[in-house]
């Protein structure tokens, strides 16, 4: 918490950034704000009101973010991202609240939609910043959970109130958010891609001692492959280095789906093992030697190469997206 702050006070001493920091907060405010004046019937004005109070909120919330996005210590990290959970809940909150004001019309069901969707957008940072596999499968576990919570939930409210108006709408709205947990906790969160090293091999089948096998004298950077432990993962995972720095890649199984990232936290690997199979990074035939931060999306691509075509080749190149017609 003291971090945040610091980082909070060392912000605000520049005169141009509390005037800044200050019009985001009223960007905010004001977001809320509109969501009061929306009229009791859906029109070009209920629209328009409803479009600006999105756009404050985008405004007012992105640019604020990088406070919290720049702290690098875990307890700054675990702190904001509590902050972020509660900010949620008490949206979640008022948008139920604002259904059953408005007794299930189009004003509280679309004040709900929108405080639903920006509930959502901080649940999904918040677990964007697990990295450890440890952290991602209890934040699944969460997500899980509070899927099946707001779905059995949602469905005894709509029951205990003979399927009321205001029941039904706001039901329906804690179904949606019970399935994008779901989701989310089935490793499908839209800002983990943007903010973790994690990186998906979609169609992946086989199994990690498969995949050693057919990738056991492709050398790459950190050089050939070994079946090992990662702590706090229960099975097996395909691993390469530890480099001289001790920067590792690994490819792991998390709720069937196969994940690689790297580490530079050599405690997660079995010290005897990690001194057995340390290496000297060897660039490519072009004299590359990539970054850590690279080498997950690197391996990932190497991975999904050999699914599509059987070859087990090593390339620092990764795909490039195609030029739209």
């Not at 985008?58 to 990290?77: E, H, L, N, P, Q």
């Not at 920006?118 to 940072?125: F, K, L, W």
């Amino acid at each position: 918490m003291s971090g945040l702050i610091e980082k909070i006070k060392s912000f605000l001493k520049k005169p141009q950034n509390a005037v800044e920091i200050v019009l985001n907060i009223l960007c905010l405010a004001a977001s809320y704000g509109l969501l009061f004046l929306l009229p009791q019937k859906a029109n070009i004005l209920f629209w328009l009101l409803f479009a600006l109070s999105a756009i404050l909120f985008c405004i007012g919330f992105f640019r604020m973010g990088y406070i919290m996005d720049s702290a690098k210590s875990k307890k700054t990290i675990a702190v904001s991202g509590g902050l972020l959970v509660l900010w949620g809940i008490i949206l979640n909150i008022a948008g139920i609240l604002a259904i059953r004001q408005a007794q299930g019309g189009e004003r509280g069901f679309a004040a709900a939609i929108l405080l639903l969707i920006e509930a959502i957008v901080m649940y999904s940072i918040t677990a964007s910043h697990a990295e450890e596999p440890r952290s991602q499968w209890i934040i699944s576990l969460i997500f899980r959970a509070a899927a099946v919570l707001l779905i059995i939930g949602a469905v005894i409210w709509m029951i205990a109130a003979s399927f009321s108006g205001t029941a039904i709408a706001a039901g329906l709205l804690l179904l949606v958010e019970g399935i994008v947990f779901w989701a989310m906790g089935s490793g499908n969160n839209p800002f983990h891609a943007a903010a973790s090293p994690i990186r998906p091999v979609p169609g992946m089948k086989k199994t990690v001692r498969a995949l050693c096998d057919a990738f056991s004298s492709t050398e790459t950077q950190l050089g050939v492959p070994w079946l090992g432990k990662i702590r706090a993962i229960r099975d097996d995972a395909i691993i390469y280095g530890p480099s001289e720095e001790g920067v590792f890649v690994y490819g792991y199984y998390h709720f069937g789906r196969f994940y690689v990232t790297f580490s530079r936290d050599i405690s997660l690997l079995d010290a005897g093992e990690a001194e057995a199979h340390r290496i000297t990074e060897m660039p490519d035939s072009k004299g590359i030697c990539l970054g850590a931060e690279s080498l997950p999306e690197v391996y990932a691509y190497m991975f999904t190469r050999y699914l599509e075509n059987g070859n087990p080749v090593w390339s620092t190149k990764i795909r490039k997206p195609k030029k739209k017609k």
